[in-house]
């Protein structure tokens, strides 16, 4: 994906690709809880 495409992606996607590619990176361990909606928002603005 380039850049222009990532500035034009709703929030909610950034999020999730965010999120899903620290999964695949191993960021979150097995049975380790995934951030809290406020954590998010927290951590995201």
Same mark, same amino acid.
């Not at 695949?24 to 995934?34: H, K, P």
């Given at each position: 994906m380039d850049s222009r495409t990532r500035e034009m992606e709703p929030a909610y996607a950034q999020l999730a690709r965010q999120l899903r590619d620290a999964v !695949? *990176?191993?960021?979150?361990?097995?049975?380790?809880?995934?951030?809290? !909606? *406020? !954590?998010l928002a927290e951590q995201h603005g």
């Open positions: !695949e *990176a191993g960021r979150y361990n097995d049975g380790v809880r995934l951030p809290t !909606e *406020a !954590e």
